[in-house]
């Protein structure tokens, strides 16, 4: 397997511009993606997505950086870093937001697996989790979106 990196595709019936807020702002991030989420999404921005785990109340989070913002078409950024202090190897989530007819195709990628420097054992590990995590995750995405158009 190449652990290059992770791609996912969905679309939904909503503009870009409603997805670029999905995608990119704290608040709407929280409800399908991560507990909770700190950043402004202003490149260069530090931040942190934080989860709890329901049957220990215990947190985790994760230190990132906004890399790129450009409304409607593209938010992204770096996460996981190999270095508390926002330094040293990351992976960059990328999302690709394309209009098609009343909607939207979102095209999530993230790449940097390989350059993290893990052990094999350790990014097969990581690459199986984050896979299955965005399997997971971009339903919410798209089950939130839906939702969100609905009540609007």
């Known amino acids: 397997m190449e652990h290059g990196s992770i791609e996912r595709d969905i679309h939904v019936d909503a503009s870009p511009e409603v997805v670029f807020e999905v995608v990119s702002?704290?608040?709407?991030?929280r409800e399908?993606?991560?507990?909770?989420a700190r950043f402004e999404p202003v490149v260069g921005?530090?931040?942190?997505?934080?989860?709890r785990d329901a049957?220990?109340?215990?947190?985790?989070?994760v230190a990132l950086a906004v890399v790129e913002v450009d409304p409607p078409k593209r938010f992204s950024f770096r996460w996981c870093f190999?270095?508390?202090d926002r330094s040293g190897h990351s992976l960059l989530v990328t999302f690709d937001l394309v209009p098609t007819g009343a909607g939207t195709r979102i095209r999530?990628?993230?790449?940097?697996?390989?350059?993290m420097g893990w052990e094999i054992a350790r990014l097969e590990e990581q690459y199986r989790d984050h896979e299955s995590g965005w399997e997971?995750?971009?339903g919410e995405l798209g089950g939130y979106v839906a939702r969100l158009v609905a009540t609007s």
């Open 82 to 84: 190999s270095e508390p």
């Open 108 to 115: 999530m990628t993230e790449t940097g697996f390989r350059e």
């Open 25 to 29: 702002r704290p608040e709407h991030m």
């Open 55 to 61: 049957a220990t109340g215990e947190t985790t989070t």
């Open 45 to 51: 921005a530090p931040g942190e997505l934080v989860w």
């Open 32 to 36: 399908w993606w991560p507990d909770d």
């Open 136 to 138: 997971h995750y971009m």
